[in-house]
């Protein structure tokens, strides 16, 4: 069987124009990376290498949300997280990944709060980003995996109205909507 056509078709498609579709996409690669995960792991390990090649200048054909669905496969596929997640978190701060970057660490927190607490020093520094996504996300991302950012972060948070759009993977549409409602909204 080849494995590699499955990849190299939705990539493909996270070209496509329209977000949505990209989105439904990147959601997709994650469902399938589950299924091959079921009875081998190295088509999802030689997907998460290509990703993050991807994301290098060196390969001559960046995959923008790349970050995005490294972080939906490890959503789906949580047994190679402690491998690969690390290296994508470690993209918090990289131009210009960081928002596909701080969206993962957003879905992950609930699932993986100690990989989460492991980046707090870059996760803390997210939240005072001149950014409303970044400051959201990753602040989302701190509370989720049961964090306590420092109090003066929370208070200006709290306090923050900036609004910004984002993707609900459960609602499958793009949202807009204040710091301070997404970072109030997060349970613990």
């Not at 994650?30 to 998460?48: K, N, Q, Y």
């Not at 496969?73 to 047994?79: F, H, Q």
């Not at 200006?156 to 109205?161: F, I, S």
């Amino acid at each position: 069987m080849h494995r590699r056509r499955p990849w190299a078709a939705l990539i493909g498609l996270l070209f496509h124009p329209d977000e949505i579709f990209r989105w439904k996409t990147i959601h997709t690669i994650g469902s399938v990376a589950a299924r091959f995960a079921e009875h081998d792991f190295e088509p999802v390990r030689s997907l998460l290498r290509r990703l993050f090649w991807h994301m290098n200048d060196e390969s001559g054909g960046i995959v923008w949300n790349a970050p995005e669905v490294v972080g939906e496969v490890l959503l789906n596929v949580p047994d190679l997280r402690d491998s690969f997640g690390p290296n994508l978190l470690y993209l918090l701060n990289f131009e210009p990944f960081e928002d596909g970057v701080h969206h993962a660490a957003w879905r992950w927190s609930k699932p993986a709060p100690t990989l989460i607490a492991s980046f707090a020093e870059p996760l803390e520094r997210s939240m005072e980003s001149p950014f409303p996504f970044r400051r959201a996300m990753a602040a989302a991302a701190w509370k989720s995996a049961g964090q306590t950012p420092r109090s003066d972060l929370i208070s200006v948070l709290e306090r923050d109205e900036r609004r910004f759009r984002f993707y609900d993977p459960c609602e499958k549409r793009f949202k807009e909507t204040s710091v301070k409602a997404f970072v109030k909204a997060v349970k613990k």
